[in-house]
């Protein structure tokens, strides 16, 4: 099973940026579909992006379309969420997934990484 360690989190101001970054192991990378969910406090768990294992096909929330990209490097086994124009509303704990499509639940799952936008 594949294991994921996510970086790149921290507090930024309204408006600022951020490049959330989730590094695989022990698996394939390219063949599975990866993706960034998150979970504010108080609130379940949401997809924010998803990208197929050959980077053909994306998906956004219609909360970060236009502000976040999703991307991966399948050389580097790693998934990018770079994120713009961040909101107070973006804060929460960012997690990276794996999963074999990104039309199913992932199976995999890394620690998190807390992103707190706040002036």
């Known amino acids: 099973q594949v294991q994921l360690v996510e970086s790149g989190g921290g507090l930024v101001q309204p408006g600022g940026s951020l490049r959330l970054s989730c590094a695989a192991s022990?698996?394939?990378?390219?063949?599975?579909?990866m993706s960034w969910y998150r979970q504010a406090p108080g609130k379940e768990r949401e997809l924010v992006a998803a990208?197929?294992?050959?980077?053909?096909?994306?998906m956004y929330a219609d909360s970060v379309k236009g502000r976040f990209t999703i991307s991966r490097d399948n050389a580097k086994s790693t998934v990018y969420l770079q994120m713009n124009n961040l909101k107070p509303e973006d804060t929460a704990v960012y997690y990276c997934?794996?999963?074999?499509?990104?039309?199913?639940?992932?199976?995999?799952w890394g620690q998190g990484t807390q992103v707190t936008v706040s002036s």
């Open positions: 990208v197929t294992n050959l980077s053909r096909t994306t």
């Open positions: 997934s794996a999963g074999s499509s990104i039309s199913r639940p992932p199976n995999s």
């Open positions: 022990g698996g394939t990378f390219s063949t599975y579909a």
